[in-house]
Structure formats: C-alpha cells, structure tokens
Antibody, heavy 116, light 109 residues
Framework: EVKLEDSGGGLVQPGGSLRLSCAAS????????MTWVRQAPGKGLEWVST????????YYSDSVKGRFSISRDNSKNMLYLQMNSLRAEDTAIYYC?????????WGQGTLVTVSS | DIQMTQSPSSLSASVGDRVTITCRAS??????LNWYRQEPGKAPKCLIH?????QDGVPSRISGSGSGSGTDFSLTISSLQPEDVATYYC?????????FGQGTKLEIK
C-alpha cells in the first residue's frame, strides 16, 4: 500500500524556521518526482515546490523562492521542506504528494501556523 | 503564469443528477489538465489526469473531457451520489508554476 506521512508542522514566529518531513512507503521513492502543495485556511490549493527523482532538479513558486528549500533522501524514503524567513501568509496545511505531472498520492497534511 | 478559472464556484444538485464543472486556462495547456476531489477535512485525491484518464478506483460515472483547444475542459459526474459531496479542483501541469483552479464546492440538495 502506498503511504505518505507528513510531519513537522507547528506554531512558529514570523521570521522563524521549520522543517517539514514526508515519510514514504509502499513504492520506490527514487522513481518519483515529489511535490509540496499547501492550502491556507479556507482557501484553495497552491503548488509550492517540486523535486526530481534524483534530487538534482528543483522548482519553486515565486512566493517561496529563496526562502524554502526542498530535498530528499531516497535511501531513507524521505522528502523534506526547509522553510526559512516564515511569514504570516505561509500559514497553511502543507501536503506532500507523489508525482510532478499529476499528484496521484498525497500525505494527510501538516499544519504550519506563523504567528507571534 | 497560467491562470485556471473554474465555474461554477459552488453547485447544488440532487442525487442522480448529471453535473458538469468547467475549467478554463488562460493559455493552452495541451492535454496537461488534472482533476482532484477534496472531501471536507481530508487531503485531495486525484480523479483524472491528462484531461480524460481515470485514476484506478475512480467510478466510471466520473469523466473528463477537453474541447481540443487546450484551454477548455470539463469534469462530468453522470449520476450524482451522496459521496460526491466535496470540493473539486482542476490543475494544469503544462508549465511551472503549476496552478490550480479556485475550486468548485459541490453539495447535495
């Protein structure tokens, strides 16, 4: 069974940092590009970042470029999102998802709240 | 960036009704158009990828189509069921940044 489990969310002050993790099981992670998508409270879905299967190619939305960094450790079946210089507008549920052309498996999401 | 516009924003229909949600791209996305369903409090789930390819396990009463222009797409539920209550999103994967429509909230009358 394919499973993605997001973790690492929490309450952080503006300007702070947080690292999200996504543990994958049930499929060969190194064959999939992986993506982070977020959803602000009561709002729609927003693509954040994608990383290629080997971890070489990375892509970011303009809203997080220069502040967020996506990475992966295929030996541990893990995906990460390092978030720095957090802002109130980064408050959202963050989902990891498998794929880049379309997202066919999703984690349950982890809530990040940026507030003083 | 490619803008995705869905209509309607919300929809109320009866069990057994045929329901159609449309999605328009601000420029051609070829056939790189996907549909997701998000039930309240849950993660999204992919229903259709590549305009019309149904994901495994998705019932055949759900279908996707495109006009051929690469800008106009639709999701159709041929016979609405109570379990279809959710918000539906289209998403283009033609070019980054990948963008989603604003969502269509579907309710049962």
């Amino acid at each position: 069974e394919v499973k993605l489990e997001d973790s690492g969310g929490g309450l952080v002050q503006p300007g702070g940092s947080l690292r999200l993790s996504c543990a994958a099981s049930g499929f060969p992670l190194n064959r999939y590009a992986m993506t982070w998508v977020r959803q602000a409270p009561g709002k729609g879905l927003e693509w954040v970042s994608t990383i290629g299967g080997l971890g070489v190619d990375t892509y970011y939305s303009d809203s997080v470029k220069g502040r967020f960094s996506i990475s992966r450790d295929n030996s541990k079946n893990m995906l990460y999102l390092q978030m720095n210089s957090l802002r109130a507008e980064d408050t959202a549920i963050y989902y990891c998802a498998a794929g880049d052309v379309y997202f066919d498996h999703w984690g349950q999401g982890t809530l990040v709240t940026v507030s003083s | 960036d490619i803008q995705m516009t869905q209509s309607p924003s919300s929809l109320s229909a009866s069990v057994g009704d045929r329901v159609t949600i449309t999605c328009r791209a601000s420029q051609s996305v070829s056939a790189y158009l996907n549909w997701y369903r998000q039930e309240p409090g849950k993660a999204p789930k992919c229903l259709i990828h590549g305009t019309s390819s149904l994901q495994d396990g998705v019932p055949s009463r759900i279908s996707g189509s495109g006009s051929g222009s690469g800008t106009d797409f639709s999701l159709t539920i041929s016979s609405l069921q109570p379990e279809d209550v959710a918000t539906y999103y289209c998403q283009q994967s033609y070019s980054k940044p990948f963008t989603f429509g604003q969502g269509t909230k579907l309710e049962i009358k």
